[in-house]
């Protein structure tokens, strides 16, 4: 529980949500912070009346709050206003579930791909199923479970009346799995005409941990795409490319801050002398984004290294 929970109880938060009046800070919402069974209930009744473009309001507060606050625990709610009537709320509570692994999550996110009549929830839930993927991977799901996540994303790949952001996330989400056929699946939307679906393809080869996509991923580095570029370096730092590392090394000075994250992340990963002695540089910049980036990226190459056995270089 958030330690400014005391400041306010879960009824008087709940009265300044409910004031269109007054302007919301993160401190207000700490009180919904790990809600009893009782303030559930108490919220489930009192949300409805609190109007659209507040609710989305407070529901996006409550998702950038719980991701820069790892103690703020808003799943009880979120699992609530994801049955919201308005579309944009159900599909941002979606999004702040992103940390709850409760397998009773998985049937309400299968329910709202295949018959929510929104794109945006049912994009969202596509995307949020992928770290229950994972975990069937891993054979941490029973069996159940796993046969009704797989069978829910394909039925969503293979539709071809489904709209592409649903599809794009169903793709990112399945290549999680072991599975040759997820293979032909990432290869199709690869080759797909829409580049939003070649840019999740190029992240599903990263998720995959397929080492076939290494020459595809190294060819996208040099896109003309931002998004793409970071796309491709972080695929290659989960792949650990080690032909990639000059052109990740050229990244470095990307005129997009993220891409120039993602290839700093992905020398920390692949490791080498080469990139040890480009984020060591790294280290030294005075910019301090790239700074940071390369601390955390030393840290994690040198964690490899421990992991493998290696002797520092």
């Known amino acids: 529980m958030a330690e400014n929970r005391e400041c306010l109880t879960f009824e008087e938060a709940l009265q300044r949500l409910e004031n269109e009046r007054i302007s919301l800070s993160s401190g207000d919402l700490y009180a919904l912070s790990a809600a009893s069974s009782a303030e559930d209930r108490l919220f489930s009744r009192r949300w409805p009346a609190i109007p659209a473009e507040r609710r989305r309001m407070v529901i996006a507060m409550l998702v950038d709050n719980a991701e820069a606050n790892f103690e703020l625990d808003f799943n009880a709610l979120f699992r609530l206003t994801m049955k919201d009537e308005d579309p944009e709320v159900r599909a941002l509570s979606i999004e702040g579930l992103w940390e709850d692994e409760e397998v009773t999550l998985i049937t309400p996110l299968v329910q709202v791909l295949r018959h929510d009549l929104a794109e945006g929830p049912r994009a969202a839930a596509a995307s949020s199923l992928g770290r229950f993927v994972l975990m069937a991977d891993l054979e941490e799901l029973e069996e159940r479970h796993a046969k009704l996540l797989e069978g829910t994303l394909l039925e969503v790949i293979r539709n071809p009346h489904e709209g592409p952001e649903v599809r794009r996330r169903a793709v990112e989400s399945i290549a999680y799995l072991s599975e040759d056929r997820v293979r032909d699946i990432i290869a199709q939307a690869y080759a ?71 290839a700093i992340a992905a020398l920390g990963q692949i490791g080498g002398p080469r990139a040890r002695r480009a984020l060591e540089r790294c280290l030294r910049s005075a910019d301090e984004v790239v700074s940071m980036a390369a601390e955390d990226a030393l840290a994690e190459l040198d964690l490899g290294q421990q992991a493998s056995g290696h002797v520092r270089l």
């Open 192 to 262: 797909d005409t829409d580049e939003r679906m070649r840019i999740s393809a190029v992240f599903a080869m990263g998720r995959s941990v397929d080492k076939v996509w290494s020459d595809a991923v190294l060819k996208e580095l040099s896109s003309t795409n931002p998004s793409m570029r970071y796309e491709a370096a972080r695929a290659c730092g989960e792949l650990e490319v080690n032909d990639a590392v000059p052109a990740l090394v050229q990244l470095i000075a990307d005129p997009d801050r993220e891409v120039q994250a993602a």
